[in-house]
């Protein structure tokens, strides 16, 4: 017994804080759920027919899936790249390694403030050096693509050093001798990238996507501090998923059990693409392994 005694206490925490809640939300997305006097009707499948009746929610379904790609799929690239370098003999290596950190660590709300003034309509810093070479401004707030693009880069600017130092431990833990023979066979810096480092890392690389997959679906500080309103733009243009849950759950008619709904069906989206970029790159990652095409 004394293993199970040893890894209890996560299935004990995790059972409190992780699956109780899960289950617990479930029940209260079949009921018609008040703030103050808690459980009421049974209404079945009503709360998931009214979000899925919503323009709101395929907004929020479009908003989301949008800014999550625009996200995740250059900070894992950006990422790669920077431990690359950091790997490097560099001087005052780890000056550099703990500066990439610095941004993970400034709290949201403070990150978003920054952004939003960079990324003003008429007096932003991105505007300002647009028109100062002769383009015209972009509307941040009025664009939903180009809104879009500017929570992505808080995203960006957040995580890409968090997820660098991910794959740097990964590429200090690939034996140096597989460089050395890929040297001494003739092999370029780019050749050994892309044939030996790249390769290597794919069980990094398919944990860092999974984990993007989960917190870019969940996204809510950064679109939520984007103007001063917090409501996803005047039509919904940037309102993610975790918005329109918390709209429906803190707005004007409050229903705790359409909110729940909606927290359903996104774990349910997230279970479902995780589970396939799971499956992608698993299969991408079967080989293992240095590429054979190094020489």
Do not use: C
Not at 238 to 258: A, C, D, I, K, N
């Amino acid at each position: 017994m004394t293993p199970y005694v040893f890894v209890s206490p996560f299935f004990l925490l995790f059972f409190l804080v992780g699956l109780f809640p899960i289950l617990y939300t479930a029940w209260v997305s079949l009921h018609d759920w008040d703030l103050i006097r808690g459980q009421g009707d049974f209404v079945g499948l009503a709360n998931f027919e009214f979000v899925l009746g919503s323009d709101n929610f395929y907004k929020a379904l479009r908003n989301t899936f949008s800014i999550f790609l625009l996200s995740s799929v250059p900070q894992v690239i950006a990422a790669i790249l920077i431990a690359y370098v950091l790997d490097a003999n560099l001087r005052a290596k780890t000056f550099w390694r703990m500066g990439v950190l610095v941004p993970f660590i400034v709290a949201p709300v403070a990150v978003s403030l920054i952004f939003t003034k960079i990324f003003a309509d008429q007096s932003g810093l991105v505007n300002n050096v647009l028109m100062g070479v002769g383009l015209p401004a972009i509307e941040w707030h009025s664009d939903a693509l180009a809104a879009h693009f500017a929570i992505a880069t808080m995203v960006n600017f957040r995580w890409t050093g968090y997820n660098a130092l991910i794959f740097l431990a990964a590429m200090q833990a690939i034996p140096r001798e597989i460089y050395e023979a890929a040297i001494i066979d003739g092999t370029g810096r780019m050749r050994r990238f892309l044939h030996v480092t790249v390769p290597m890392l794919r069980p990094t690389i398919i944990f860092v996507v999974i984990t993007s997959t989960i917190g870019g679906l969940q996204i809510f500080d950064e679109p939520r501090m984007f103007d001063t309103g917090g409501q996803g733009g005047a039509s919904r243009q940037w309102m993610t998923m975790t918005m329109y849950l918390y709209e429906l759950g803190w707005g004007p008619q409050v229903s705790f059990g359409r909110a729940s709904a909606v927290a359903w069906l996104l774990f349910l989206i997230i279970i479902a693409i995780g589970i396939l970029n799971f499956l992608i790159t698993k299969r991408i990652a079967h080989s293992g392994g240095p590429s054979k095409g190094t020489r």
